[in-house]
């Protein structure tokens, strides 16, 4: 591998679409990565798993055209030289405020002289070929997270940093910090402004932006927008979802299911479990779990 096709995509003023591994196993992504996603995250930052399982994760993406990247816990460069190390080909840096943070990202992700990563990725000579020092940065992407009012504000100055690749806004926290309510696709006026102003900031600079979306029809509405990275859900809420909707399905043919067991059909009394609906967007957990 000689380019980055996510990176190539977005170059060309397409969107790629990919999801988020808050499961962090490898056979749910084997299974994800053979779906014709363009990339798929693995999250460090919200999830029980380690660089050394991870390596399984990588495992299960090769033969695929889907570009692994991961979010790593917080702005450092040790967590993301680890990741990198081992053939992510990119990273998701979280809650980045101003535009030292996103210096400070693309550093830990670039060999000299674009960076300060340290030498010593046996695996991505491995897996990427024996030029692997001398193409990795133009392999390898750096993704820098807005969730603050404060990268709203100097989102101009972010976005003017050499290296970044994506600016990623996450809903979620975004809604925390500014304190409106949390919730993916957010619908709070503030909220919307803020996603608007880092959108043309990108339009401004020619950086591609990126949101977390809740469904396949938001990331549509996205990219009619302009937005260019974006994340469907995740691994988690699209099993709890797909399988909610099957028991639905078969309740509402007569089944009686509940408390682990299926008993029917025949219930003349059968209804849908609370909040199961295609849209994923009334269960009990609500629009901020992705
Ligand atoms: C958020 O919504 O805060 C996120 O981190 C989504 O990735
Ligand atoms: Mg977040």
């Known amino acids: 591998m000689n380019s980055n096709p996510v990176r190539e995509k977005l170059g060309r003023g397409e969107a790629a679409i990919g999801t988020w591994s808050s499961t962090g196993d490898p056979s749910v992504i084997e299974l994800l990565a053979r779906t014709g996603l363009d990339w798929l995250t693995v999250d460090f930052e919200h999830n029980p798993i380690d660089v050394s399982t991870a390596i399984n994760c990588l495992r299960g993406m090769m033969g695929t055209e889907c570009v692994p990247f991961a979010r790593v816990p917080s702005n450092d460069p040790i967590w993301t030289k680890r990741v990198l190390d081992i053939g992510f080909l990119g990273v998701v840096v979280p809650d980045v405020r101003s535009p030292e943070e996103v210096e400070r990202a693309v550093k830990g992700a670039r060999y000299r002289p674009a960076g300060e990563r340290g030498i010593g990725s046996t695996r991505g000579s491995l897996i990427y070929g024996g030029d692997y020092y001398q193409k990795a940065n133009d392999l390898t992407m750096v993704v820098c997270m807005i969730e603050h009012p404060d990268a ?115 219930s003349a009394t059968a209804t849908a479990p609370a909040g199961a609906t295609r849209d994923g967007k009334k269960d009990a957990s609500g629009k901020a779990f992705y």
Do not use: T
């Open 152 to 266: 709203v504000r100097q989102i101009d100055e972010i976005m003017r940093v050499p290296g970044l690749d994506v600016a990623f806004i996450g809903p979620n926290d975004l809604a925390s910090s500014m304190g409106v309510p949390i919730g993916l696709d957010n619908k709070h006026p503030d909220h919307m402004a803020a996603v608007a102003k880092v959108l043309a900031a990108g339009r401004r600079h020619g950086v591609a932006a990126g949101i977390h979306c809740i469904d396949g029809a938001e990331v549509a509405r996205r990219i009619e927008q302009g937005f260019q990275w974006m994340p469907i859900a995740s691994d988690s809420r699209v099993l709890r979802w797909g399988m909610e909707f099957q028991l639905k399905d078969a309740k509402a043919n007569g089944v009686r299911a509940g408390g682990g067991s299926m008993k029917g059909p025949a």
